[in-house]
């Protein structure tokens, strides 16, 4: 099983850039057709957060013409860009999102099940997850304990010594999510986005991913008090492969590079040679 990850799109109006310089409509399509060349392709893809840049109807409208180009379903929690009641509305079709309250849902990939959670905090940057969420993450994993589970939402629990992202992160709810996914061992992976950059960390026995963007990217930059900068950086998403409860993470690049090229070892190779046909047809591997 193969589950993509998405994150931070930031789309604007339509001949807008966000910022005055990142082209991330035209990235947001980039994603889409790294996705779609994707073989075999994802059973699903999970979008963390921030999929508009200010919240508004034409940008949701943008977002849901790209996402209804996939073949497979799309799961999306909101991130500190995005607005509540229009993120309810322009993804209502999808039916995974509840019709009122904070956006949390429960939903199934094959034999992984999904839980969002909504760390939107109105008018704010940094999150927050309310008492509501915090029962309903507690309930839905008591309800299938056996089931490998990923927890997605936009902010992540932890510091990444990005001192400008590390005061807009998850604040409140974060230790409780820390003892529930600690006392729930089915969850897998807590899946992040809006730090813009690909950053791992152990949180309650289990690896939260931070997933960078799909547009540009922010600088990496750990001295205290850096400023607040962005690079164009390659855009970026995470694979997430599933097999009988593992989970191996890949980080791939939007953007096609050139190849692949085979590896044709050459005569002087140290390692194990094969039969020189395979050397010369480029079938042995062990050169990379």
């Known amino acids: 099983m193969l589950i993509a990850q998405i994150s931070d799109l930031h789309i604007r109006p339509k001949g807008q850039l966000a910022y005055g310089v990142s082209e991330t409509n035209l990235f947001a399509e980039h994603a889409i057709h790294a996705l779609l060349r994707l073989n075999p392709r994802p059973d699903c893809v999970l979008v963390t957060g921030d999929l508009t840049d200010c919240g508004l109807e034409e940008e949701y409208a943008i977002v849901a013409d790209l996402l209804s180009r996939l073949p497979f379903p799309a799961y999306a929690v909101p991130g500190n860009h995005d607005r509540r ?35 939107l905090v109105p008018g704010e940057s940094y999150g927050a997850l309310d008492a509501e969420t915090v029962g309903f993450l507690e309930e839905t994993l008591t309800a299938f304990p056996g089931a490998p589970t990923f927890v997605m939402l936009h902010h992540p629990p932890f510091d990444t010594g990005i001192a400008h992202m590390d005061a807009a992160r998850l604040f409140e709810g974060a230790e409780e999510l820390q003892r529930i996914v600690t006392a729930n061992g089915q969850v897998k992976r807590i899946l992040c986005g809006h730090v813009h950059r690909s950053i791992q960390q152990l949180f309650g026995g289990t690896l939260c991913q931070i997933a960078p963007s799909v547009g540009h990217q922010v600088a990496l930059d750990l001295r205290p008090g850096g400023p607040s900068c962005f690079v164009l950086e390659s855009p970026e998403f995470l694979l997430h492969q599933v097999d009988a409860g593992r989970v191996v993470t890949h980080t791939a690049k939007v953007d096609m590079a050139p190849g692949p090229f085979p590896f044709v070892l050459p005569p002087d190779y140290p390692g194990r040679k094969r039969d020189s046909s395979l050397l010369a047809s480029g079938s042995d591997a062990l050169g990379a």
Request: charged fraction near 15%.
């Open 85 to 119: 009641e229009s993120f309810r509305e322009a993804f209502a079709a999808g039916r995974y999102l509840p019709q009122s309250g904070p956006l949390n849902f429960a939903v199934w990939c094959g034999p992984v099940q999904i839980v969002g959670l909504d760390s």
